[in-house]
């Protein structure tokens, strides 16, 4: 399932948050995005909305899950920091890739994707040593 940190307790508190703050802000989505827990320790951050406390709150934006995707291989040495996001709402799921090169310029793309295929994506990166330690189911 999740890699659980300090025996378990940690991070089964954690995705109990995530629940919570799925339910809250993007509740139709929850089924999706329990499919996606068992790959929740590639996930460096996992958020919902539209949030009302949110500067940028848009009240007619559709629910949406944003998960930042840990995949090393964004990690290279010619950029300053690539980060690739996943954005899930009812009608797509769509990659963001976003780059900044040591030169300063700014890059970035968006593909959609289905979802079988982003279980297929997720399921070959390679995973956090602690995903495999015990206590990490």
Known sequence: MVAKRDGGKVAEEVVDRIGEHIQEYAPELAPI???????????????????????DYDPNEPPYIELHIDDPRYNGSDTDG????????????????????KSGD????????????LWDYLRQ????????????E
């Open 125 to 136: 990166l390679p995973r956090p040593y602690d995903s495999f330690c015990k206590g990490g």
């Open 82 to 101: 690539v980060q690739l996001y996943c954005r899930i709402t009812a009608g797509s799921i769509v990659l963001q890739w976003h780059c900044v090169a």
């Open 33 to 55: 995005y329990s499919t996606l827990l068992p790959f929740a320790d590639l996930f460096g951050s996992t958020s919902a909305g539209p949030q009302k406390n949110a500067k």
């Open 106 to 117: 700014y890059y970035m793309d968006e593909s959609e994707i289905e979802l079988a295929a």
